[in-house]
């Protein structure tokens, strides 16, 4: 739980002008190839993509994990002294004169202006997220599904393509496959575990490679540096869905990703009361050397022909993502939702540590039941990434798994996945992982219920699959629970 951090983030340059509250900032964007006066615009515009620095500490480059999830991108209130990060419910921030409202809008100083583009609440989550997650910044949207869409259409537009992991939340597979062909972006799905089907699949037209650090439904394990590096051959950058594992379990920069996306609705926040997304920029990328992003690297009319890489060499897709997408499509993130996140991650080492053993304690006693035909968790020695997990996820697989229920008395395995849930009284039958309390749900009869035995098969979705999301709660109270339900779907 302790190891320090080994940050990306270089020191701060003497041109690094105060941020939003009155602190100076722990690090900026490398010089670029204008003046340090221009250097110092182009670090206004970047304002809230940096680590704020509480005075009782040097740097962030030797402050560890546990700490970080408590104090990256906060201090105390300098007004009035509280030590909680404020709530700034407000919609938009008064200028002091026409001259100060000049230099906002014009990206000459830091400051906020209107909270779908920046705010200070939201600043602070987004801070944290990127010292956990060893990027140079982040962006918070209005969910997960939000920061993937942000991501896309940040790099490409018309014409563009994608390969990704066929083994998708469905939303993210839904966007990707039937939503964006519609405004020229296609994408191709290949197994997560093939690296030559990802090499295969590249495109002169390919902008991005995307899976998941753990794939649904059967928890693939997503082998990042090899995929990094395929898509470092091609010169496109890759982007990692940390939702199930979150920075306390994986950290796919350190591991190569270019880009990382959170649904912070699930552990990062871990209380199921608010939707929220999360993108996080790992800074490493080039994206000149490319030559596949005229988004970052050309004259934008929409911004004064601003040439984002010339302007941040480091961030250039957070300040092309933050100055076009947030403020056009508007999926910002509210300040009351931030801080219910930052609530929660104080607290992400703690849970996950708990939700992990949980989780195996589950998936021991499912392994050795008689109900049970198969237990899809990447610990097993029967799952085909046993041993990769073991080098990528030391710490853990996280607590969300699927395991195949055996048909009962009628040989109907869907109604045994009916009664099974039916029979559950800890573990809440509901649409959403990652929360303190338990979760459950059988596809079979929800989200796929209208699919065919044969269709489900097709989508690699068996008739008894069961998706549990481990939670909190006393491990006994959990097996009786789970022991109950079991018996019951066995009479089904």
């Known amino acids: 739980m302790g190891e320090p951090m080994a940050s990306q983030v270089p020191a701060r340059p003497s041109w690094a002008p105060p941020g939003p509250y009155g602190s100076r900032l722990a690090a900026g964007p490398r010089p670029s190839r204008r003046s ?53 419910q407000s919609a938009s921030f008064v200028f002091k004169d ?30 944290r997220i990127a010292a956990l997650d060893e990027g140079v910044g982040a962006i918070a949207t209005a969910s997960g599904q939000a920061a993937l869409h942000l991501a896309i259409a940040t790099l490409m537009g018309a014409g563009g393509h994608i390969v990704a992991s066929r083994a998708l939340y469905g939303g993210s597979h839904n966007l990707l496959a039937y939503t964006l062909p519609r405004f020229g972006i296609e994408t191709s799905f290949v197994d997560p575990r093939d690296s030559e089907a990802w090499r295969a699949a590249i495109r002169p037209e390919t902008r991005l490679l995307f899976g998941e650090t753990l794939g649904n439904p059967r928890l693939d394990v997503l082998d ?57 920029d790992g800074g490493r990328f080039d994206w000149e050397r490319s030559g596949r992003f005229p988004t970052l690297t050309k004259p ?33 993130m509210a300040p009351m939702t931030a801080f219910n996140i ?13 939700h992990v053993a949980n989780a ?22 029967a799952h085909p990434d046993q041993m990769l997990a073991r080098k990528l996820l030391p710490k853990g697989c996280g607590a969300v798994f699927s395991f195949e229920l055996k048909p009962g008395a009628s040989g109907d395995a869907r109604l045994a996945g009916r009664r099974f849930i039916e029979a559950l009284r800890l573990f809440s039958h509901l649409a959403n992982v990652g929360d303190a309390k338990s979760l459950v749900i059988h596809p079979a009869s929800t989200t796929h219920f209208r699919m065919s035995a044969e269709d489900l098969a097709a989508a690699g979705i068996g008739a008894g699959l ?6 909190l709660e006393d491990a006994e109270d959990l097996l009786e629970d789970l022991g109950r339900a079991l018996y019951a779907a066995s009479k089904a």
């Open 98 to 127: 026409a001259d100060h409202a000049a230099a906002l809008f014009n990206a000459e100083r830091p400051g906020h202006v209107y909270s779908r583009i920046s705010n200070p609440t939201v600043a602070v989550l987004e801070e």
């Open 360 to 381: 195996r304690r589950v998936v021991e006693f499912l392994a050795n039941h008689a109900q049970v035909a198969q237990v899809y968790y990447p610990e097993l020695e």
């Open 466 to 471: 069961v998706r549990l999301s481990v939670g």
């Open 342 to 354: 930052l609530q929660g991650m104080e607290t992400l080492p703690l849970r996950m540590d708990r």
């Open 224 to 280: 990042v540096p090899t995929i990094a590096a395929i898509a470092h051959e091609h010169g496109v950058p890759l982007l990692v869905d940390a939702t199930f594992t979150t920075p306390y379990l994986s950290r796919p920069v350190a591991q190569g990703a270019d880009l990382v996306m959170h649904s912070a609705t699930k552990f990062l926040s871990g209380h199921g009361i608010v939707i929220g997304g999360l993108l996080v």
């Open 36 to 88: 340090d006066r221009q250097a110092g615009q182009n670090f206004a515009a970047l304002v809230n993509l940096r680590f704020i620095r509480p005075a009782s500490f040097g740097s962030f480059m030797a402050i560890r994990f546990d700490t970080l999830a408590l104090h990256a991108g906060s201090q105390p209130d300098p007004v009035t002294g509280a030590r909680a990060t404020p709530i700034y």
């Open 300 to 332: 934008y009319g929409g911004f004064h022909d601003l040439v984002f890489s010339e302007v941040a060499t480091v961030e250039a897709f957070l300040l092309r993502a933050r100055r076009e997408g947030l403020r056009d499509f508007g999926a910002c």
